[in-house]
Every structure is written in C-alpha cells, then in structure tokens.
C-alpha cells in the first residue's frame, strides 16, 4: 500500500462545477496535509494546508480532514479552464524529525470550458 | 518578496561526469529540503538541512549524492558519477518553521538530463 494514494484522473468538469479531488494515506500519526498544484512543467505550488479535523476554505478552495477515515479532500468551486493542472496531495511524515512531505502521484484535473 | 530560487533550470550532461544544483530558500527560512520529481509523479524527498546541518539524509539514494548547507542559506546539491537513472527534476523547497506545520514552498526545480 502506498503511504498517501490518489486517483491518477484525470478528473473531468465542466466550468463553474464543483472539483472533487481525493486522498488517503496510510499513517496516522500525520499531522499536517497540504495540497499543491502542479501545472505542466512547472513546480508545485502550495495551495492551501490543514492541520486540524474538518473544513479549512479559502476563496474557491476548501480543504477537508478526516483523520479517523485517514482522507483529504480538496474542493474547487466554480471551477475554471485555468484550474486545469495536477493537484498533489502531502502528507507530513512524523516518523522523522525532519517532517518531510510524502507525496501521491497527482490527480490530473481537466475543466472545460 | 522573492521565492526560491534555483540554478541552472536545466542542465544536460554526460554519463559519469559531476553535476552541482544549486539552490536560494526564500530569506529567513531556516528549514531547507532537497526533493525529485520523476514523471508522472509526486516529489521524492531527498535531504533535510536544518540550519547548516543535513538534519535527515535518509532520502538520498546512494553516495554518489551529497549536499551541502555551510552558511545556513544557499545550499548545494552534488552528483557524481552521474547515472542516465538520475534524470528528473530536482526541486528545493523551503519553510518558515521546522517542526509538524511547516509549509513548504518549492522553486521552479532544476531539469537534470544524463545522457
């Protein structure tokens, strides 16, 4: 099993839908989840973190954690062409003192227009 | 105020020769991490540095992998030995604070090519 698993997509949407995006991982004792957007050939960007059980929203995005189900969900609301990337979902390893991400493989996401 | 940065964006070179990738965290930003990124997937975590000390190494592949950290800012990462398998995407990514909430923000990465 891998430690933090997702959907490789992609993921389709017409514009102005809500974007449902998924994730799980495998370690319990992960403390903090952050999801980025990778647009092709570019570099991750950190788009929104959550530390804490329930939902975090910014603009457009909310964020939920569900830590007893070990999910993080990541919703984009009236979703638009630009939105059209891969999203990361990283989850912070405790095991280590270095707390480094582990990252799945990406959900692709398309929104049409 | 400026991000990461990260030299030279790309870089091709030939198998078994030396490679150094440099990387700028964003200013004040103590904690600094070396990832890869492979195609089609997610970044692979290969060095912590805390401060100017290699906090966690556990990531790097073998000993033909080094970095260095000596003033606690700009860091450096070294291949040697250069193998056609170590072709991807090394990112840098850095944070404000060290510990469970730290926020990493990446640069634009540094494409290695060995051919």
């Known amino acids: 099993q891998k430690e933090v698993e997702q959907n490789s997509g992609p993921l389709s949407v017409p514009e102005g839908a809500i974007a449902s995006l998924n994730c799980t991982y495998s370690d319990r004792g992960s403390q903090s989840f952050f999801w980025y957007r990778q647009y092709s050939g570019k570099s991750p960007e950190l788009i929104m973190f959550?530390?804490?059980?329930g939902d975090k929203e910014d603009g457009r995005f909310t964020a939920q954690l569900n830590k007893a189900s070990q999910y993080v969900s990541l919703l984009i609301r009236d979703s638009q062409p630009s939105d059209s990337a891969t999203y990361l979902c990283?989850?912070?390893?405790?095991?280590?003192?270095?707390?480094?991400?582990?990252f799945g493989s990406g959900t692709r996401l398309l929104v049409r227009p | 105020g400026a991000g990461v940065s990260q030299t030279p964006s790309n870089k091709v070179t030939e198998k078994g020769k030396y490679v150094e990738l440099r990387c700028d965290p964003i200013?004040?930003?103590?904690?600094l991490y070396w990832y890869r990124q492979s195609l089609g997937q997610g970044p692979e975590f290969l060095i912590y540095?805390?401060?100017?000390?290699?906090?966690?190494d556990s990531g790097l592949p073998n000993d033909r992998f080094f970095a260095v950290r000596p003033e606690g800012s700009v860091s450096t990462l070294k291949i040697q030995r250069t193998e056609r398998g170590d072709s991807a995407v090394y990112l840098c990514?850095?944070?404000?604070?060290?510990?469970?909430?730290?926020?990493?923000?990446f640069g634009p990465g540094t494409r290695l090519t060995v051919l």
């Open positions: 959550i530390y804490s059980n």
């Open positions: 200013s004040g930003h103590t904690a």
């Open positions: 990514a850095s944070s404000p604070r060290e510990g469970a909430y730290n926020e990493q923000f």
């Open positions: 540095f805390q401060g100017t000390g290699a906090a966690d």
């Open positions: 990283a989850v912070n390893s405790p095991k280590d003192s270095s707390y480094k991400l582990i």
